[in-house]
C-alpha cells in the first residue's frame, strides 16, 4: 500500500472509532501523524476532533501548526475565516465564544500575521476594512503602517460607491474606527493639511448622524422607540441600521462627546492655543473671540493656524447649539411619530401688548348704561398707539415654561449659536472658509439649519431677509414631506406661513400680514373639548405690557395660534380704524376682533365708540352676525337712546339675513331664537348714505335683532372669530387694500 493510501486508511479508521471510543480515534492519529509528519489530512483530521469537542488549548495548538506548517491549504484558511468571522460579529452564543477563546490561545505574533493573510485574502472593500481593524485594535503597532492607508481607502471607497448621504458605512468605520487609531497614535505623522481633512470629515458625518431625519431613518427600519434625541444613550436605543453594517456597528454613543474629542486631539496636533481642561461652550467662545482681536497680528503660517482654530472650534459650537434649539422648539423633526407629545414651538414677534392696556378690574361693568362722558374721557386717558422704536434696543424672548421646561438652557442655546454665527462672519478669512465648508456639506439642504437660521435672522429684525429664508424654507418642508397634510397636524408644517405674517406685521405691510393670517386660519381646526365645546384658553393679563419688539416662543398648535393670528388682525385693523379719516369698515372689524380676551380691549373699544359718536353715524352691517359680547351689545343699544347722544347706527344687512319666526317680548328663552348667520355680501368700498331714518319699522328691527344677539351670547366665542375670518376672508383684504 502506498503512503497516501496509508494516510487515507488511518483517517478513515479513526473517523470510524470516534462516535464510539474517542480516545482510541486520537491514538489512531497520533500514530499516523508520527509515521507520516508531513501529511495535512492528518492534523486537520486531529484539529478537527479537538475543534468538535470544544478543548480550546489542544485545538488552538493544532491549528498554529497547520497555519505554520501548510499555510497554502484551502482548508486552513476556511477555518480562519469562521474564527475571523466570529472576532467581528457581535453574537454571544457558545460557538462563536468558543472560536474567538481558540484564536486568543495562538501567539501574538501569529495572529497577527494571520490577521494580516486573512485581510489579503479578502477582495470585499468593507469586509477588508472590518478584518484589518481587527488588526490595528489588537496591534496598536501595525496602526503606523496600515492606519493611514485604511482610513483613505474608506474615503476612496465612499467616493467610489457615490455615497448619497456621509452617513455610510465607510464614512462610519472611518470615523468612529479607525481615525481615533490614528490621531491618538503619537508615532503617526500626519501634516496638519491631512488632520483637517479628516476633521472636517469626522464632523460633516456626526452632524449629519445626530440630525439625521426621521424621513431618513425609516428607510432603515420602520419602527423607532421613542426617546430624547439629547440623550445619546436613548438616541442609541433606536433602531437605525446604517446600510453595510450590523445594528450594533450602526449605533453611536455620545456623537457629540466624540466630536468635540477629535477637535481636541486636532488642535493639540496642530499646535493650536488650547486650554487645559474642559471647557464650556461659552468658553470655548469667548476665548475665539479674543484669538480674533490679534489673529491679523500673526504672520501667514500662524495666520492659518489659528483661523482655522477659530473657524472649527466655533462652527462646532454653532452646529452643536444650533441642533439642540431646534430640537427643543421642533423635538418631532428628529424623534418621528412616537416622539414624546411635545407641541412644536415657533418664534414670532410678541403681539400682546396689542391692547395698549393695564390692568382691567373685571368684576366691574363699566358697560351699563354709563354716563358716556366719563368712559369717553377714560377713553381719551389710554394710548394704544404702536412703538416702533423697540428695535433698537435689545430683544428679549419669552417662553412660557409649560410649553418648554429647560427655557433657560434652550435659550442659551439660541444665544450662543447666533454669536457663533455672528463671529463666523465678523473676518472675511472666517468667512470665506466656513463658506467653503457649508458648501461642500450643502447645509442648503438641512431643514433643521435653516430653522434655526430663519429664526436668528427674526431676532436681527431683517425681515425681509427673513421672508428670503422662509420661502426657502417652505420649500424644504414640502421637499420633506411630499404629501400634503390636511387639519392640525398640518400646523406643524405651517411654521413658515405664521412667520411670514409676523415678518410682514414687523415691515407695515399689513395687507400680506392679513393675507397670510387667513390663509392659516383656514388650516385650523379648533381643538374639541368633551361635550362637544372647543376648548379656549382663558387670557393671562399681565400688569405691564413692555413697550418694543419682543419676540416669544409661541406652541405650534390650533389652540395658541388662533389667538395669536386674532392679535395680528387687531393690530392690523387698529391701524387703519383709528386714523383721522373715517373707516366704518376697519371700525367694525375691530369691534367684532376686540371681543377675544374681554375685557383686555375694553379701552380700545372706548376708543373706537368715542369715535362713532363723534362721526354721529355708522354702518357696519356684519354686527350681528359676529357681535355676541353682551356688554358691547349693551353699549351699542345705549348708543341709539336719548342719553346715549341718538347715533345713526346701520347694523343690519340690506338684505333680510336674520329670519323672524316672531316677534316675542323681550326675557324670553334663549333657544326660542335662532339667528341665521350667512357671510356678507357687501364691498368695502360701497359708500352709504342714511335714508331711512329712525321709522318705527327700523326701531322694531333693531330690537328684535339686539334681542336674537343676547341670545346667541352662550355661543363659543372662538367659534364665531373662527368663522368670522373664513367667511369674510375677501371683505377683510379689501379694507386693507
Not at 486520537?26 to 492528518?42: E, G, M, V
Not at 478543548?55 to 501548510?70: C, E, K, P, Q, W
Not at 368684576?363 to 374721557?377: D, M, T, Y
Not at 413658515?496 to 393675507?515: K, N, P, S, V
Amino acid at each position: 500500500m502506498s503512503a497516501q493510501g496509508d494516510c487515507e486508511f488511518l483517517v478513515k479508521r479513526a473517523r470510524e472509532l470516534v462516535p464510539g471510543d474517542l480516545w482510541a480515534a486520537k491514538a489512531w492519529l497520533i500514530t499516523a501523524r508520527s509515521l507520516y509528519p508531513a501529511d495535512f489530512n492528518i492534523q486537520y483530521e486531529m484539529y478537527t476532533i479537538e475543534r468538535n469537542a470544544e478543548r480550546t488549548a489542544s485545538a488552538g495548538r493544532l491549528l498554529y501548526d497547520m497555519f505554520v506548517n501548510f499555510p497554502d491549504q484551502p482548508a486552513v484558511w476556511r477555518e480562519i475565516s469562521v474564527i475571523t468571522s466570529a472576532l467581528r460579529n457581535d453574537s454571544q452564543d457558545k460557538q462563536t465564544q468558543f472560536l474567538r477563546g481558540l484564536f486568543e490561545t495562538l501567539p501574538g505574533r501569529v495572529q497577527c500575521e494571520m490577521l494580516l493573510k486573512a485581510t489579503e485574502q479578502c477582495f470585499n472593500t468593507l469586509e477588508r476594512a472590518e478584518m484589518l481593524l481587527l488588526l490595528l485594535r489588537r496591534f496598536p503597532e501595525t496602526v503606523v503602517q496600515h492606519g493611514v492607508g485604511l482610513g483613505e481607502t474608506l474615503l476612496d471607497a465612499e467616493s467610489i460607491e457615490d455615497q448619497e448621504s456621509p452617513v455610510n458605512c465607510f464614512r462610519k468605520l472611518f470615523v468612529c474606527d479607525v481615525l481615533p487609531l490614528i490621531i491618538n497614535n503619537p508615532d503617526v505623522r500626519l501634516p496638519a493639511s491631512l488632520l483637517y481633512k479628516y476633521l472636517n470629515k469626522a464632523a460633516e458625518f456626526y452632524i449629519n448622524y445626530v440630525t439625521r431625519s426621521t424621513q431618513t431613518e425609516s428607510q432603515y427600519q420602520g419602527s423607532q422607540d421613542s426617546s430624547d434625541i439629547m440623550s445619546p444613550s436613548k438616541r442609541s436605543s433606536q433602531k437605525y441600521v446604517i446600510d453595510g453594517l450590523t445594528e450594533k456597528s450602526s449605533q453611536i454613543t455620545d456623537p457629540w462627546e466624540r466630536l468635540f474629542k477629535i477637535l481636541s486631539v486636532v488642535g493639540m496636533r496642530c499646535e493650536w492655543q488650547m486650554d487645559k481642561g474642559r471647557r464650556s461652550f461659552g468658553d470655548i467662545l469667548h476665548r475665539m473671540k479674543d484669538l480674533c482681536r490679534y489673529i491679523s497680528n500673526f504672520d501667514s503660517d500662524a495666520h492659518a493656524k489659528y483661523k482655522n482654530q477659530v473657524v472649527y472650534s466655533t462652527m462646532l459650537v454653532f452646529f452643536k447649539n444650533a441642533f439642540q434649539y431646534v430640537s427643543n422648539i421642533q423635538p418631532s423633526l428628529f424623534q418621528g411619530p412616537n416622539a414624546p407629545n411635545q407641541a412644536p414651538l415657533v418664534l414670532l414677534e410678541d403681539v400682546t401688548n396689542i391692547y395698549g392696556d393695564t390692568d382691567i378690574d373685571r368684576n366691574k361693568h363699566i358697560h351699563k348704561k354709563r354716563k358716556l362722558a366719563e368712559g369717553r374721557e377714560k377713553t381719551m386717558q389710554s394710548s394704544d398707539d404702536e412703538d416702533p422704536s423697540g428695535k433698537a434696543r435689545s430683544r428679549h424672548i419669552t417662553v412660557n415654561k409649560a410649553d418648554l421646561a429647560n427655557s433657560i438652557e434652550v435659550l442659551e442655546s439660541f444665544k450662543l449659536a447666533r454669536e457663533s454665527w455672528e463671529l463666523l462672519y465678523s473676518l472675511e478669512s472666517l468667512d470665506k472658509e466656513f463658506t467653503r465648508i457649508c458648501l461642500s456639506w450643502k447645509t442648503d439642504t438641512w431643514l433643521w439649519l435653516r430653522i434655526f437660521l430663519t429664526d436668528m435672522i427674526i431676532y436681527q429684525g431683517q425681515y425681509k431677509k427673513a421672508i428670503s429664508s422662509l420661502h426657502h424654507l417652505a420649500a424644504l418642508q414640502g421637499s420633506h414631506s411630499p404629501q400634503q397634510i390636511t387639519g392640525q397636524g398640518s400646523l406643524e408644517s405651517q411654521r413658515a406661513l405664521i412667520q411670514l405674517a409676523t415678518c410682514h406685521f414687523a415691515l407695515g405691510e399689513y395687507r400680506q400680514t392679513c393675507e397670510k393670517v387667513l390663509d392659516l386660519v383656514c388650516c385650523i381646526s379648533l381643538p374639541i373639548q368633551e361635550g362637544g365645546k372647543v376648548q379656549e384658553e382663558q387670557p393671562k393679563v399681565k400688569s405691564k405690557f413692555r413697550k418694543g419688539s419682543d419676540l416669544k416662543l409661541w406652541p405650534c398648535t390650533s389652540r395658541a395660534i388662533m389667538p395669536y393670528c386674532l392679535h395680528l388682525l387687531l393690530a392690523c385693523f387698529k391701524l387703519r380704524a383709528f386714523t383721522d379719516s373715517r373707516d366704518d369698515m376697519a371700525l367694525g372689524h375691530v369691534v367684532v376682533l376686540l371681543q377675544h380676551e374681554w375685557p383686555r380691549g375694553e379701552n380700545l373699544f372706548l376708543k373706537a365708540i368715542n369715535k362713532i359718536c363723534q362721526q354721529g353715524n355708522f354702518q357696519y352691517e356684519n354686527f350681528f352676525n359676529y357681535v355676541t359680547n353682551i356688554d358691547m351689545l349693551e353699549e351699542f343699544a345705549y348708543l341709539r337712546t336719548q342719553e346715549g347722544g341718538k347715533i345713526h347706527l346701520e347694523l343690519l344687512p340690506n338684505q333680510a339675513m336674520l329670519i323672524k319666526t316672531s316677534s316675542p317680548p323681550m326675557g324670553l328663552l334663549q333657544q326660542e331664537f335662532i339667528p341665521v348667520l350667512q357671510p356678507s355680501i357687501q364691498t368695502a368700498d360701497r359708500h352709504h348714505t342714511v335714508t331711512r331714518g329712525i321709522t318705527k319699522g327700523v326701531k322694531e328691527d333693531f330690537r328684535l335683532a339686539m334681542e336674537r344677539q343676547v341670545s346667541r351670547c352662550g355661543e363659543n366665542l372662538m367659534v364665531v372669530l373662527h368663522r368670522f375670518c373664513i367667511n369674510e376672508k375677501i371683505l377683510l383684504l379689501q379694507t386693507l387694500a
